[in-house]
């Protein structure tokens, strides 16, 4: 690029770092920061989320803290995104408490967390087992105003089915059936015409496991068919 005279911006820099963070050459990565200090221009936190990223993915969660310390002392504001990163990679090496740590942190100062930070949240204590607290934290997620989405209950479905909690799973498969959400989720993991709960893999869980359906189920369905329907005709 500098070879014809096209001089790269902080956007194609954050590109660049973005690539090579997500092939996991953090050093090269590294270099650019400081070659664009070298150009003048002035990283962002979408530079460093890039590189946050790629260390917490290759476990390297001692350099992601350190790092985003030094971000901070440089005075960039770490963002909502920035603090899901550091949450995800601490769950992935077992750092759960320290997760939740960070996570009430946020909470106390009055951070909007979104579906994607309390997902990550509730998968790290899904991945320990902890199913009371990830539980838990659904509801108080609903409470703060914040709609699971399918990737949520999916998570908090699948860990249950592996773990054998086929109670907590059907309880929760009630719920989002009742509401009338996620119904192709639901569909996942409930053989309607049998009334039969299924595994994550679509496989029969177990003979006396039965799924009885709350009232107007299959009325709600159809409706919600017909409302879809509707939505798309009167978007064309």
């Given at each position: 690029?500098?070879?014809?005279?096209?001089?790269?911006?902080?956007?194609?820099?954050?590109s660049?770092?973005?690539?090579?963070?997500?092939?996991?050459?953090?050093?090269?990565?590294?270099?650019?920061?400081?070659e664009?200090h070298?150009r003048?221009?002035?990283?962002?936190?979408?530079?460093?989320?890039?590189?946050?990223?790629?260390?917490?993915?290759?476990?390297?969660?001692?350099?992601?803290?350190?790092?985003?310390?030094k971000?901070?002392?440089?005075?960039?504001?770490?963002?909502?995104?920035t603090?899901?990163?550091?949450?995800?990679?601490?769950?992935?090496?077992?750092?759960?408490?320290?997760?939740?740590?960070?996570?009430?942190?946020?909470?106390?100062?009055?951070?909007?967390?979104?579906?994607?930070?309390?997902?990550?949240?509730?998968?790290?204590?899904?991945?320990?087992?902890?199913?009371?607290?990830?539980?838990a934290?659904?509801?108080?997620?609903?409470?703060?105003?914040?709609?699971?989405?399918?990737?949520?209950?999916?998570?908090?479905?699948?860990?249950?089915?592996n773990k054998?909690?086929?109670d907590?799973?059907?309880?929760?498969?009630?719920?989002?059936?009742?509401?009338?959400?996620?119904?192709?989720?639901?569909?996942?993991?409930w053989?309607?015409?049998?009334?039969?709960?299924?595994?994550?893999?679509?496989?029969?869980?177990?003979?006396?496991?039965?799924?009885?359906?709350?009232?107007?189920?299959?009325?709600?369905?159809?409706?919600?068919?017909?409302?879809?329907?509707?939505?798309?005709?009167f978007?064309?």
């Amino acid at each position: 690029m500098c070879c014809r005279n096209i001089i790269p911006n902080v956007v194609t820099y954050n590109s660049l770092i973005d690539g090579l963070g997500k092939l996991g050459r953090i050093s090269h990565a590294l270099k650019l920061v400081v070659e664009m200090h070298d150009r003048g221009l002035q990283p962002n936190i979408f530079t460093f989320n890039s590189i946050l990223d790629a260390l917490c993915k290759n476990h390297h969660v001692e350099k992601t803290i350190a790092l985003l310390k030094k971000v901070k002392d440089e005075g960039i504001q770490p963002d909502m995104n920035t603090y899901t990163i550091l949450i995800h990679g601490l769950c992935k090496v077992g750092r759960v408490e320290d997760a939740i740590n960070v996570f009430e942190d946020l909470l106390v100062k009055g951070y909007n967390l979104d579906v994607y930070t309390y997902t990550v949240m509730i998968q790290g204590f899904c991945d320990k087992g902890l199913f009371d607290e990830a539980l838990a934290l659904l509801s108080k997620m609903k409470d703060n105003s914040c709609i699971p989405n399918a990737a949520t209950y999916g998570i908090i479905i699948r860990s249950l089915f592996n773990k054998g909690e086929n109670d907590k799973a059907q309880k929760l498969l009630h719920e989002i059936i009742a509401k009338g959400v996620h119904e192709k989720l639901a569909s996942s993991y409930w053989d309607s015409s049998s009334n039969v709960l299924l595994g994550g893999d679509g496989e029969q869980k177990d003979d006396s496991v039965v799924v009885n359906p709350p009232p107007n189920y299959s009325v709600s369905v159809e409706r919600r068919k017909h409302n879809r329907c509707s939505a798309c005709l009167f978007e064309i």
